[in-house]
């Protein structure tokens, strides 16, 4: 009977202890957090079994790591594109110059991950290393590129990235060739808090014993500190905010490393008891792909000042970048630098002879000067071989503005001789500059109806015949057109609907227009670019809002 009722006992016991289990279990969202509790798990479950690890052979630890690093990358399916090729070299370049320092002498390969959102950095066991682009993303120098690569070498050489290895197959009893499926999550992951500081030390050892400087590792801990300090408090505007997925992988670094604080302290106590010497930090190399994304950034958000500094930044270390000439000579021209855009330009149509650059220099020239541009581009035109359209349609256009006729006359019969609806499409453009409204009309109708989902020929029409008092044709036409960046659209509703004497709606889309394209604030970029008659109903438009908001401050009071 005894026996029964210890055998109950047991059974009962059993099922209150899944109950409990079952109340208080932990729900983890997919996030860095996730990989971090099964990093803590394993380590507390390991603490519980008589385990102890015999150090991988060099041989297993390298074909381990081969086998996880080729996973990584089929996974990821990397288009190695010319400037992740260039920058992957580059970061290779940089760890051969550390691996010999290091005291196990192993085949250290360096990968680059260009992922703009990936603010981390990580070793696998046998010698791999990677770099995220979010994470170069905020270096300036190569001392902070060589404390880090530094940093994951330690990592490898003082077994770190082996142990963690060994600590799944002794959990999961696993085979060790089947190691290579486990989730690269786990060492992107940090390690333990006296393992980090660790490779801290040893990592700045090792880029001061290839010749870098010590200060190149406090560096990247004082960037550390800016993030942390960012992560942990609201940002200003939407445009500070680190998106969604830095955000993450910011969180789920900070909580898995020391604070920044502490790194740096330890570096500078290392720096006083080693008597390193003082030494210059040499430039990033490769910083100027970081500095033209983050320019193209600042100029999609209408930043156009910063997005010039940054353009200018960049080419100052590289000067041959068709994108960073190309940011520049936009910012320059919605800045109503037109001088400064037609040089940019200049540079660019050298280095890119497509039809959009071209007439994008011819229209910074008119901009600029429209009595010089002509001669000015026809010298340029001298110099080069292009497709007869991407010349002889600006230098036709640019004649126009000097009140040459006969020069866009006959590309006008060219274009309808070969049936190029878009050459008339973009001499009716020149025609309005110079003030023939209803010769640009007809051109952009007969254009229209040859290529009728053309955004960009709708609202130039509409342009027209704003200036021709067909506002329902202008709106008409503008009804017909998807929103498009760019090219006046919400602006041209604005003013037929204003010179429509629809003030309210005209009012509406002027807000939403010059909230878009900013330039419209600038009386010198809409008199270059427009007809008086815009640059007057603008005029209007500003004053009546700034009067209507006077007034609905004056009712709150």
């Given at each position: ?110 990968h680059y991950i260009p ?253 600029a000067n429209p009595h ?163 640059l007057q109903a603008v ?19």
């Amino acid at each position: 009977m005894k026996h029964w009722l210890v055998v109950a006992g047991i059974v009962l016991f059993g099922i209150a202890a899944v109950v409990v289990a079952e109340r208080h279990k932990v729900e983890v969202q997919p996030s860095p957090a996730a990989v971090l509790y099964l990093v803590a798990d394993t380590e507390q479950e390991l603490t519980r079994m008589p385990v102890s690890f015999i150090k991988l052979s060099d041989e297993d630890e390298i074909r381990l790591g081969n086998g996880l690093a080729e996973s990584y990358e089929a996974d990821r399916e990397v288009k190695k594109k010319p400037e992740v090729q260039e920058s992957e070299r580059y970061i290779a370049q940089v760890g051969l110059r550390l691996a010999p320092h290091a005291d196990r002498k192993l085949p250290y390969r360096f990968h680059y991950i260009p992922d703009k959102f990936f603010i981390n950095a990580f070793a696998l066991p046998g010698g791999h290393v990677f770099v995220g682009a979010g994470l170069l993303s905020y270096m300036d120098s190569e001392d902070e590129l060589a404390a880090v690569i530094g940093h994951e070498i330690e990592h490898i050489d003082h077994y770190h990235c082996a142990e963690r290895a060994q600590q799944q197959q002794a959990l999961r009893k696993i085979p060790l060739g089947d190691l290579i499926a486990l989730p690269i999550e786990l060492f992107e992951a940090g390690y333990s808090k006296d393992q980090e500081l660790e490779a801290d030390r040893e990592g700045t050892r090792l880029a001061v014993e290839a010749g870098y400087s010590a200060n190149g590792a406090i560096r990247m801990f004082e960037t550390f500190q800016r993030l942390y300090d960012d992560s942990h408090s609201r940002a200003k505007t939407p445009q500070q905010e680190l998106s969604q997925v830095a955000q993450d992988t910011l969180e789920g670094y900070f909580r898995s490393h020391p604070l920044p604080a502490e790194r740096i302290q330890q570096v500078r106590t290392l720096i006083a008891s080693e008597h390193w010497p003082v030494r210059p930090e040499r430039d990033l190399q490769i910083a100027y792909f970081f500095w033209t994304d983050r320019s193209r950034d600042a100029l999609e958000q209408h930043k156009y000042r910063e997005a010039q500094q940054l353009a200018m930044r960049s080419l100052h270390i590289r000067p041959d970048q068709p994108n960073a000439i190309e940011t520049l000579a936009r910012a320059q021209f919605a800045q109503a630098d037109f001088s400064g855009a037609a040089a940019s330009y200049r540079k660019l149509v050298d280095l890119d002879l497509t039809t959009e650059n071209v007439d994008a220099y011819a229209l910074s020239l008119a901009a600029a000067n429209p009595h010089t541009a002509a001669s000015e581009f026809a010298s340029w035109a001298k110099t080069v071989q292009a497709d007869a359209s991407s010349v002889q349609v600006p230098l036709a256009g640019l004649a126009l503005l000097t009140g040459a006729k006969e020069p866009v006359k006959n590309v006008v019969a060219l274009a309808r001789q070969h049936g190029e609806a878009e050459w008339l499409g973009r001499l009716a453009w020149w025609y309005y500059l110079a003030g023939d409204y209803r010769t640009a009309s007809d051109l952009l109708e007969e254009t229209i109806q040859k290529l009728p989902g053309t955004v960009e020929f709708r609202t130039a029409k509409a342009w027209s015949d704003i200036e021709l008092g067909r506002l329902a044709d202008a709106l008409q036409n503008l009804e017909g057109a998807q929103p498009a960046p760019g090219g006046g659209r919400g602006m041209a509703r604005a003013v037929a609907l204003w010179q429509a004497k629809q003030p309210d709606q005209a009012l509406q889309e002027f807000e939403l227009a010059a909230n878009t394209q900013i330039e419209w604030s600038d009386t010198r970029w809409v008199k270059a670019l427009y007809s008086p008659n815009v640059l007057q109903a603008v005029h209007e438009m500003q004053t009546e809002r700034e009067r209507r908001r006077k007034l609905q401050l004056a009712r709150v009071r």
